[in-house]
């Protein structure tokens, strides 16, 4: 079992920044990659950003591509979502999510995560 605990969202206005995290704990030697995802009300859930967890790769979707960055600390087992320039559409709740399957996977399909945190609202303001 994996646990995920998300902190850092917020109500800001636009053009404004926030850092998301994403503390793990439990069995996280066996988490492979880590992804952001986030979803508005009536809108499915999309993927947001994405990392293998030993290698550092990153992904990031198009709609966020240049504003948004994943990083990650393995000693404290975190995962950072630096959001930057933030626009009214970005307004969703947040959710990290854990991925502990060997070998490839989609990294943007929310099929590919085995745990998911509870989300942290993210709300921007025109």
């Known amino acids: 079992q994996v646990q995920l605990v998300e902190s850092g969202g917020g109500s800001v206005q636009a053009g404004g920044s926030l850092r998301l995290s994403c503390a793990a704990s439990?069995?996280?030697?066996?988490?492979?990659?880590m992804g952001w995802f986030r979803q508005a009300p009536g809108k499915e859930r999309e993927f947001v950003a994405g990392?293998?967890?030993?290698?550092?790769?990153?992904y990031t979707s198009d709609s966020v591509k240049g504003r948004f960055t994943i990083s990650r600390d393995n000693a404290k087992n975190t995962v950072y979502l630096q959001m930057n320039s933030l626009k009214p559409e970005d307004t969703a709740l947040y959710y990290c999510?854990?991925?502990?399957?060997?070998?490839?996977?989609?990294?943007?399909?929310?099929?590919?995560?085995?745990?998911w945190g509870q989300g942290t609202q993210v709300t921007v303001s025109d």
């Open positions: 999510a854990a991925n502990t399957r060997p070998g490839s996977y989609d990294y943007t399909s929310s099929h590919s995560y085995d745990y």
């Open positions: 439990g069995r996280t030697f066996s988490m492979y990659g």
């Open positions: 990392i293998k967890w030993n290698v550092g790769r990153t």
